[in-house]
């Protein structure tokens, strides 16, 4: 099988920053919980668990909830998608010690909103509802409304704005086709907006090298978890740009090799951002012995 390594692969920098935060803070004795999961790859959180992370899933329960049953005296790690402040506050009262590995991209969004919001703006944040990076955005203020793109029947939330001209930020993960998108629906009600950005540059990079992707392959793999934004988008997005495909959502090599891959003789092989490069390369290898 003839098989193309798209780039970037393996862990994006906000990834790669949180897992290495989340490795140092395991060397010491203290109990370390993670407030959410620390990235979006069951594989990469077992992989910390075996080494004594006691990992607080966010779909088990709002986080401060979570966050009061941490004993007292232990250390609370914040995940990379970012959080309500006053869950700072909280872990303050619970004599909590924190590390925030929030990663730098999203905590940019968050301080461009906060900016916004000082300045008089109201915000309306273009993202994915009840996942921790949105949910974050959201929590900064009453004057941040949430743009969802995937509920056109709904009344959108950023009607209500008082005022013509909104600050509008885009969630890292979310693609350009549906950036765009938002921003024609935003802009024929506010055609004053102003558009701050928001999608990292690893997203970009990552998103493109799927559509720049050679269009005679017959196979498209994608490395990543069923949890990860970042990954779900580009799977969308393969099969947006290559028709013909065949596009498979894998979490690892293991994975892989369950799939019956005789009939395909060109492959392209990509990664979500929370997949780490030894996955990559024992997939890679994998399909190159195909």
């Given at each position: 099988m003839e098989v193309w390594a798209l780039e970037?692969?393996?862990?994006?920098?906000?990834?790669?920053?949180?897992?290495?935060?989340?490795?140092?803070?395991?060397?010491?004795?203290?109990?370390?919980?993670?407030?959410?999961?620390?990235?979006?790859?069951?594989?990469?959180?077992?992989?910390?668990?075996?080494?004594?992370?006691?990992?607080?899933?966010?779909?088990?329960?709002?986080?401060?909830?979570?966050?009061?049953?941490?004993?007292?005296?232990?250390?609370?790690?914040?995940?990379?998608?970012?959080?309500?402040?006053?869950?700072?506050?909280?872990?303050?009262?619970?004599?909590?010690?924190?590390?925030?590995?929030?990663?730098?991209?999203?905590?940019?969004?968050?301080?461009?909103?906060?900016?916004?919001?000082?300045?008089?703006?109201?915000?309306?944040?273009?993202?994915?509802?009840?996942?921790?990076?949105?949910?974050?955005?959201?929590?900064?203020?009453?004057?941040?409304?949430l743009y969802e793109k995937d509920v056109p029947s709904r009344k959108p939330s950023y009607l209500a704005i008082s005022g013509s001209r909104p600050y509008v930020v885009v969630q890292t993960t979310m693609d350009e086709g549906e950036a765009r998108e938002a921003l024609t629906a935003i802009a024929s009600h506010y055609p004053d907006a102003v558009y701050a950005g928001g999608r990292c540059p690893s997203t970009i990079k990552r998103q493109s090298s799927i559509a720049e992707a050679p269009q005679n392959i017959d196979l498209f793999v994608v490395l990543g978890s069923e949890r990860s934004n970042n990954t779900l988008r580009l799977v969308s997005l393969a099969k947006q740009t290559h028709p013909l495909a065949t596009v498979l959502r894998v979490l690892d090599k293991d994975a892989l090799a369950k799939e019956n891959l005789s009939v395909y003789k060109k492959a392209a092989l990509a990664s979500g951002a929370s997949t780490d490069p030894e996955t990559y390369f024992e997939a890679l290898a994998y399909l190159q012995t195909l």
């Open positions: 970037p692969h393996g862990f994006c920098e906000g990834v790669n920053r949180a897992y290495e935060l989340a490795a140092k803070s395991l060397s010491d004795s203290t109990p370390v919980y993670a407030l959410g999961l620390v990235v979006h790859n069951e594989k990469v959180i077992a992989s910390l668990q075996k080494r004594g992370l006691i990992s607080l899933d966010e779909k088990t329960g709002p986080l401060s909830d979570l966050l009061r049953s941490v004993p007292a005296g232990s250390t609370l790690l914040f995940s990379a998608h970012g959080h309500d402040p006053k869950l700072d506050e909280l872990a303050k009262t619970q004599n909590l010690r924190t590390i925030d590995s929030t990663c730098p991209y999203v905590k940019a969004n968050m301080e461009k909103i906060l900016e916004a919001l000082r300045k008089g703006f109201s915000v309306v944040y273009v993202g994915e509802k009840g996942h921790l990076e949105c949910e974050a955005a959201l929590s900064l203020g009453p004057n941040v409304y």
